[in-house]
């Protein structure tokens, strides 16, 4: 492996993958850093090799994509003014711009992309159990509401039923007459 220093962290990877069209994808300008080239090498070798990045692999963000991508990510200010429309890398993409740029650093950092989206995969699925059960605990409480709710009514039933009739005062009362 190269020096530590120039390898990025798997969890500062994760918090570039974005969801755009359903889809979770790196931009082209974070990926070249990552891999450590230009994003116009990157777009380069994209553009050479074209036959190994279908449509679910890398895609092109449309105008109003790329402005809600800018004003969500700070680190993205540049592209604002940038007149190309940025590339997104779907999982496949990533590893196949690894392969095409050929270089150590490439193949490096393709591995911990790589792991970052499955490290997110993993993190979603978790999730997904988890609301699955918390949408089961909801409904076992709604089923309790119900019985409390009866539990109460039969209470106020059994207290609603016989008045307690006021006390009588004693001693003389002037006014009875």
Not at 70 to 94: M, Q
Not at 111 to 129: C, D, G, K, P
Not at 138 to 143: C, F, V, Y
């Given at each position: 492996m190269s020096d530590k220093k120039t390898i990025i962290p798997v969890d500062q990877i994760e918090n570039r993958i974005l969801l755009i069209r359903g889809e979770r994808v790196v931009l082209d300008a974070?990926?070249?850093a990552f891999y450590g080239v230009t994003t116009r090498r990157l777009n380069e070798q994209v553009k050479r090799n074209q036959a190994r990045f279908p449509a679910e692999f890398a895609f092109s963000l449309n105008a109003?994509?790329?402005?809600?991508?800018?004003?969500?990510?700070?680190?993205?200010?540049?592209?604002?003014?940038?007149?190309?429309?940025?590339?997104?890398?779907?999982?496949?993409?990533?590893?196949?711009?690894?392969?095409v740029?050929?270089?150590?650093?490439?193949?490096?950092?393709?591995?911990?992309?790589?792991?970052?989206?499955?490290?997110l995969r993993q993190t979603m699925a978790s999730n997904r159990e988890f609301g699955?059960?918390?949408?089961?605990?909801?409904?076992?409480?709604?089923?309790?509401d119900q019985q409390l709710l009866s539990i109460v009514q039969a209470?106020?039933?059994?207290?609603?039923?016989?008045?307690?009739?006021?006390?009588?005062?004693?001693?003389?009362?002037?006014?009875?007459m």
């Amino acid at each position: 492996m190269s020096d530590k220093k120039t390898i990025i962290p798997v969890d500062q990877i994760e918090n570039r993958i974005l969801l755009i069209r359903g889809e979770r994808v790196v931009l082209d300008a974070d990926l070249a850093a990552f891999y450590g080239v230009t994003t116009r090498r990157l777009n380069e070798q994209v553009k050479r090799n074209q036959a190994r990045f279908p449509a679910e692999f890398a895609f092109s963000l449309n105008a109003a994509e790329k402005a809600e991508v800018v004003a969500n990510c700070d680190h993205l200010e540049k592209l604002k003014y940038s007149r190309v429309l940025p590339l997104a890398f779907t999982e496949y993409g990533a590893i196949m711009a690894a392969n095409v740029l050929n270089s150590a650093r490439a193949v490096e950092m393709g591995v911990l992309v790589i792991r970052a989206f499955v490290n997110l995969r993993q993190t979603m699925a978790s999730n997904r159990e988890f609301g699955h059960k918390l949408a089961q605990l909801e409904k076992r409480l709604a089923g309790h509401d119900q019985q409390l709710l009866s539990i109460v009514q039969a209470l106020k039933s059994l207290l609603g039923t016989k008045e307690v009739p006021p006390k009588r005062r004693i001693g003389f009362d002037p006014e009875a007459m």
